[in-house]
């Protein structure tokens, strides 16, 4: 059986400026504004790791 795996769905709730801005960042990138979101979260994660070490995923 193949097992793929699926991107999961996060509801976050931003004041209508934040979203305002981060569409117009992803319009400049040629972007959707999820993917650009995603782009922004794992740049975030990336920076944080180089300073901090790994974030451990255990639960």
């Known amino acids: 059986m193949n097992t793929v795996k699926k ?5 976050v709730q931003v004041p209508p400026e934040l979203k305002a801005k981060a569409r117009a960042l992803s319009k400049q990138t040629n972007r959707s ?4 979101v995603r782009l922004v979260l794992r740049s975030h ?3 944080y790791e180089l300073l901090y070490g790994p974030v451990s995923t255990d639960p």
């Open 45 to 47: 994660i990336r920076e």
């Open 33 to 36: 504004l999820s993917r650009y």
């Open 7 to 11: 991107d999961q769905c996060i509801s």
